[in-house]
């Protein structure tokens, strides 16, 4: 069984983007994204603080926007548009679920198209749909991509089962998919023979939000098996899969933690690193 | 073998419609579509031809603007901007592909989201992409879903598969299956085993634009199919399924000509007056 651990996924494509990095600030432009966060959560400050730890290590900026949880629709919109004209900003992370009281959709569709780098706007699902490569994927279902590019796992024609169907990571990572001419077959909730589909597939992607459902039942002999869940259960990390008694059958896993996981704001600062330069030409 | 001919499924949308379109011209609004055409080829001709047929049939209205193959993109922009003004209008349908020289994506994309009744704009591809209820997909699609509902073909947990990846038909009809809970295999020219994709599947949607490349092969007994082809072939119109050899096996399926293509101006109909409703709300 091979482990496919994100780290080296995520060196590799650091060692590229510190030469893009250089070679921006050569030409005076510092590649800069705005975190902008509504309240404190714990999981987003861990996130945050994985954003700067990334960013800073290659020389690129991040500020954060912290909000207070009572902040009005007006407020937050306006924000968003000064973002827009900041042409010192490049990407834009906006934390959500923003608070109850907020219209997020129409929030959203205020960012600007080239600053989105997490797949916040219509216009990026859009482009994500049609596949053209115009936009920018959120950045977990692209970390699943990195991770399968870095390992030389040939998607052309493979059947890849994906668990779920969410707008996160499911419908996103399916079209990613089929760009690279996968077959692919999106499960969920009232899917009948989950077990069936699984060990049909050549590759299968867990992303349906259950600790440990994909067990030692649905997988056979040969398989790559990328693990995008991550829940604490009994005070330990886990991912949708169950690792321990998966990793004995299939050929290829991801662990978790230090999978797919490992590779998000790495994939956070590709798409602020890409806006800066585009922007450039 | 059941056929699932259009026609009952027309005529049940439609007189809903009727019942529909008289309450709306009974307060003062008659729904409107504009068809945009540049050039006058004959599938587009003819396809306008129904359009008429359909609309006017019960009591709603179509005008065409058509536009010499010279026309500029600055006249063409301006046109789309002033359906969008004009308030007597509520859908738009244009004709492409559009002439070359012109930047058909800008073009789409100045349309307002409300009155694009037939999926031209990114906002109403990531509507369908969400799979919210917001937008309104394009009309060979939705005629596919009409007929598995007019049909009663449950499709929670069924297995579906797609054959062909298209903008056009294959992802946005793979979206509405998955948004009524079915288990979505989306197959393409690279996948490797399509018939036994075919054959494992509950119901297939041939959508490939290859004449009868469905063959009595791809299918068993106890299947639904779903022919979206349409083509020309020794004088004599024709699917993307051999229907002669596969209608012996399955247990429904619908013809071509007189199956998805008789519902699609019913859908365009529909959207046009679900246009004309949103709008007095």
Redesign the interface.
Known sequence: MKELRGMPVAKAILADLQERVDKLIEKGVTPKLTVVRVGAREDDLSYERGIYKRFEGVGAKVETMELPLAVTQEELEKVIVSLNEDVSVHGVLMFRPLPKALDETKIKSLLMEEKDVDCLT??N???????DKKGYPPCTPQAVMEILDYYDIDL????VTVVG?S?VVG?PV??LL?SK?A??????T???NLQE?CK?ADIIVACAGVPKMITSEFVREGQVVIDVGIHMVDDKLCGDVDYDSVREIVDAITPVPGGVGSVTTTVLLKHTVMSAQRRLK
Chains 1, 2 share one sequence.
């Not at 077959?183 to 969920?188: L, P, Q």
């Open positions: 219509s216009a699902d859009a482009h994500l749909f049609a596949g052309t024609g493979k059947k169907r707008m419908k399916a079209m089929l001419n077959t692919v077959t999106i499960c969920h009232r899917t009948q589909e049909n």
